[in-house]
């Protein structure tokens, strides 16, 4: 690959550069149009990490309405897979069935239907396994329902939740320049009981390295009853050299003490362009 990179990073910027062309739309809404694959998958395409499979890559750019037999030709070019060859014309329809070596099962015996008073006993214990797997999941969901909603176990406050709600500026993939500054904003809810006050979101990786991409340590998250959405402002500024920037960020408290340690954080993801 040129300049040192390799497939799955180069795809992975043709990727985002083909979604921001599409409006940059969520990796959740592109997952509910695909109707095939997580976000979390469509994300992971992007990172430059590891080369993506085809399904994710089709999927991606179905969700992006892209032309997907041009990013199959693109996909395999970069995979490093050879064409098809085209199947020489006096062999097609003939050479298939004289050649062919998969073995075929010859019985002189007709095959016995099962007993329709077994297929009724293994049906009995099929429905009796479903209903002791549904008592059992409500023996322990129930429990945890308060006020119509799911409580976070994990939280360090008893009733305590809250709930990514989408990405409002800077979605996942942007491309920024070299030194360029934008403003993420997240949206959030407290979907627990307990009101929210003088908590924050704190960067994961502080004390942050000096290439990475500049912000606050934390921002402060204004106070939010229970119920609400809120929404949370950090100013970033992209790395002094092109690449990815991913930074994560986690609730805390003054001290900077997790309140849902549990939880995946929030984060910014930007590719990074000269």
Same mark, same amino acid.
């Given at each position: 690959? !040129? ?6 990073? /180069? ?13 940059? %739309? #969520? ?6 149009? #695909?109707?095939?694959? #997580?976000?979390? *998958? ?5 990172? !430059? ?8 890559? +089709? ?12 990013? +199959?030709? $693109? ?9 098809? %060859?085209?199947?020489? @014309? ?26 329709? $008073?077994?297929? +009724? ?19 322990? /969901? ?16 008893? @009733? ?8 409002? *500026? ?28 003088? $908590? ?8 942050? @390295?000096?290439?990475?991409?500049? *912000? ?13 959405? /809120? ?5 970033? *500024?992209? #790395?002094?050299? %092109? @690449? $990815? ?30």
């Amino acid at each position: 690959m !040129g300049d040192g990179q390799s497939a799955a990073e /180069v795809l992975s910027a043709e990727l985002a550069a083909l979604r921001a062309r599409a409006g940059n %739309p #969520s990796f959740r809404k592109m997952a509910d149009r #695909s109707g095939r694959i #997580s976000h979390t *998958t469509l994300h992971e395409a992007v990172r !430059g990490t590891r080369f993506p499979s085809w399904d994710t890559t +089709r999927e991606f750019v179905r969700a992006c309405d892209a032309d997907e037999q041009q990013w +199959r030709s $693109r996909w395999e070019e970069l995979k490093g897979v050879p064409p098809e %060859p085209e199947p020489a @014309g006096a062999a097609i329809g003939t050479t298939a069935e004289v050649t062919s070596t998969e073995p075929v099962l010859i019985t002189s015996e007709p095959a016995v239907p099962e007993k329709p $008073r077994r297929r +009724r006993k293994y049906a009995l214990a099929a429905v009796v396994f479903v209903v002791v797997l549904l008592a059992g999941v409500a023996a322990i /969901v129930v429990p945890k329902l308060k006020s119509g909603g799911l409580v976070d176990v994990g939280a360090r406050v008893p @009733g305590d939740n809250s709930k990514f709600v989408g990405d409002v *500026t800077v979605p996942d993939g942007t491309v920024l320049h070299v030194g360029e500054t934008v403003q993420k904003v997240w949206e959030l809810q407290n979907t627990g009981s307990v009101p929210w006050h003088q $908590r924050y979101l704190q960067r994961m990786d502080l004390p942050a @390295g000096p290439g990475t991409c500049r *912000t606050p340590d934390r921002v402060l998250i204004g106070d939010t009853p229970p119920g609400d959405h /809120v929404m949370v402002s950090v100013p970033l *500024t992209a #790395s002094p050299a %092109p @690449g $990815r920037c991913w930074i994560g960020w986690k609730m805390v408290d003054a001290a900077g003490a997790e309140f849902f340690s549990t939880r995946r954080p929030v984060y910014v993801l930007v590719t990074v362009v000269s």
